[in-house]
C-alpha cells in the first residue's frame, strides 16, 4: 500500500475518532466508541501506523479542544498495535479475531489508562462509571483497584462492538483497500 | 511588555517552555502552591485578554473538580478525621488533585488560545512534513465529515429512527448513522490519496532547519531553570514536611 493512500487513510482514521466519540457523546451512550478509527487503520495498515493513528487523535483533539486527553494517547496508541499485530496474524475477516481484540483491551486498555486517570483525575471520570468507581472505592479501600475494575464492563462493551463494526465493514471492502486484513484465515466462521 | 516578549518567542519553544511548566506542577503534592500557579495564570490572562475565554474553557473542568473532591471526601481510603460524612483527609486528596487538574487545564488552554492552530500545525510538521501533512489533512476533513454525520442524522430520522431510553436503542442508532459516516470517509480518503499523487506530494522534501532565535533559546533555558528550581522546593517541602 503507497505512502499517500497510507497518509489520507491516517488522516481518515483519526477523523472517524473524533466523529465517534463526538456523536457517542451526543447519543448520551455508557462507552467510548473512539477508537473505531484506530482500529481500522491498524488493520488496514498494520500495528505501527494504527498505533501512530491512535495517538495523532488523541494529540489532535488535545490541541484543538481538550489537552487532558494527550496523557491517554498512550492507551490509544496501544489498541492500534494489538489490533495490527492480530490482523496481521489472523486476518480480521473471521469472528474470532474481534472477540481476542475485545477480550485483551477491555483489560489493557484499563491497565494502561488507570494510572493517568488515578493521577490526573482521581480516578473519577465525570460519568456514570463513577457511580461503580465510589461503590468499589468505598468496600475496597484501593483507589487504583477500583478505578481498574470500574472500567473494564464499559471497556469490554465497547471494544468488541469496536472491533466487530470494523470486521464487517473490512469485509466489505475492495481488496485493494483491505491491506493486511485481507488474509484469509484457516478458520473462517 | 508582556505581548512583546512573547511574540518574539517561536511556537515551538513556547511549547518547550508549557512542557517543563507542566513537569514543574506535577512535583507540588499541597494545595498552596498550586493555588498560587492556578492564580498565576489566570492572571496571564487577564494580562492577555482571554479570560472569559479561559475561564469558559476550564468551566467543564470546574464541575470533574468537584466531583472529585466529593467522592473522595466520601469514600477516599485515607480517610480517619471527618466532619459530618466528609472526611479530612480525602478532602485534601481530593482538592489536591483537582486543583492539579485545573492547572493543568489553564496552563495548556492558555497555550492554545495565545497561539493559533495553523501556527502549533506548523511547528509539528518541522517535527516531521508527513506529521504536518496528515494535521493539514484532519483539519480541512473533519468539517466535512461533521457535516456530514449531521445530514445522516437529520435523513435517518425522518426515516423513522428513534433515539429511544435504553442504550442498545442508542446504540442501534449510532451504528446506523456512523456506518454511512465511515464508507464515505474511506472514499475520500482515496481521493485524498489520488490528490496528493496528483501534486507530487513527496517528491521534493526541504530540507528542515531548526532556527532559534536569542528569545527562544532565553525561553528554553528560562523555563528549564524553572522546571529545576520547582523540583528542589517541592523535594524541599517534601522532606521538610517529614
Keep these: 500500500m503507497n505512502k499517500k493512500i497510507a497518509l489520507a487513510l491516517i488522516a481518515i482514521g ?4 473524533i466523529v465517534g466519540g463526538t456523536l457517542n457523546t451526543a447519543l448520551k451512550l455508557p462507552l467510548f466508541l473512539d477508537s473505531i478509527g484506530t482500529m481500522l487503520a491498524a488493520v488496514i495498515l498494520g500495528p505501527w501506523l494504527g498505533a501512530l493513528t491512535g495517538i495523532l487523535s488523541n494529540v489532535f483533539q488535545g490541541i484543538a479542544a481538550d489537552p487532558i486527553t494527550i496523557p491517554f494517547a498512550i492507551v490509544n496508541g496501544v489498541i492500534g498495535l494489538v489490533v495490527g499485530f492480530i490482523a496481521r496474524k489472523r486476518g480480521f475477516q473471521d469472528y474470532v479475531s474481534p472477540l481476542l481484540v475485545g477480550i485483551i483491551l477491555a483489560f489493557l486498555a484499563p491497565i494502561l489508562g488507570t494510572p493517568i486517570a488515578v ?3 482521581g480516578g473519577v471520570t465525570g460519568g456514570g462509571v463513577d457511580i461503580l468507581y465510589t461503590v468499589l472505592l ?8 477500583s478505578a481498574f475494575l470500574a472500567r473494564i464492563p464499559a471497556n469490554l462493551f465497547d471494544k468488541l ?9 473490512i469485509r466489505r471492502l475492495p481488496s485493494n483497500l483491505k491491506g493486511i486484513a485481507g488474509k484469509e484465515t484457516n478458520l473462517v466462521v | 511588555m508582556f505581548k512583546s516578549v512573547l511574540h518574539k518567542i517561536k511556537t515551538g519553544p513556547r511549547a518547550v517552555s508549557v512542557l517543563f511548566v507542566l513537569i514543574s506542577l506535577m512535583a507540588y503534592h499541597s494545595w498552596k502552591p498550586l493555588l498560587a500557579y492556578l492564580l498565576t495564570f489566570l492572571a496571564f490572562a487577564v494580562i492577555f485578554h482571554v479570560l472569559g475565554q479561559l475561564v469558559s474553557r476550564l468551566l467543564p473542568i470546574l464541575y470533574l473538580g468537584c466531583v472529585i473532591v466529593l467522592i473522595h471526601s466520601l469514600v477516599n481510603p485515607s480517610n480517619v478525621h471527618y466532619i459530618y460524612i466528609f472526611g479530612i483527609e480525602g478532602f485534601n486528596y481530593g482538592l489536591i488533585t483537582a486543583l492539579r487538574l485545573f492547572n493543568i487545564a489553564a496552563l495548556t488552554q492558555l497555550f492554545l488560545l495565545l497561539n ?5 500545525i506548523s511547528a509539528m510538521s518541522w517535527i516531521h512534513p508527513d506529521l504536518g501533512i496528515i494535521l493539514a489533512l484532519v483539519l480541512s476533513t473533519l468539517p466535512v465529515m461533521h457535516q456530514q454525520m449531521e445530514i445522516t442524522l437529520k435523513v435517518q430520522t425522518a426515516r423513522g429512527l428513534r433515539r429511544g431510553r435504553f442504550p442498545w436503542q442508542r446504540l ?4 446506523v448513522i456512523l456506518i454511512p459516516i465511515i464508507v464515505k470517509a474511506l472514499v475520500r480518503g482515496q481521493v485524498i490519496a ?3 499523487h496528483v501534486r507530487g506530494y513527496g517528491l521534493h522534501l526541504a530540507k528542515r532547519n531548526l532556527e532559534l532565535g536569542h528569545s527562544d533559546k532565553i525561553a528554553i533555558f528560562l523555563s528549564l531553570g ?3 528550581v520547582n523540583l528542589l522546593l517541592a523535594n524541599a517541602s517534601l522532606l521538610g514536611g517529614l
Excluded: C, D, G, K
Design chain 1, 14 to 17: 483519526i477523523v472517524i475518532n
Design chain 1, 119 to 121: 493521577y490526573l483525575f
Design chain 1, 138 to 145: 468505598n468496600s475496597s479501600h484501593e483507589i487504583f483497584a
Design chain 1, 161 to 169: 462492538i469496536s472491533a466487530y463494526l470494523v470486521m464487517f465493514i
Design chain 2, 116 to 120: 493559533p492552530l495553523h501556527e502549533i
Design chain 2, 172 to 175: 442501534y442508532a449510532y451504528l
Design chain 2, 194 to 196: 489520488q490528490l496528493l
Design chain 2, 226 to 228: 524553572f522546571l529545576i
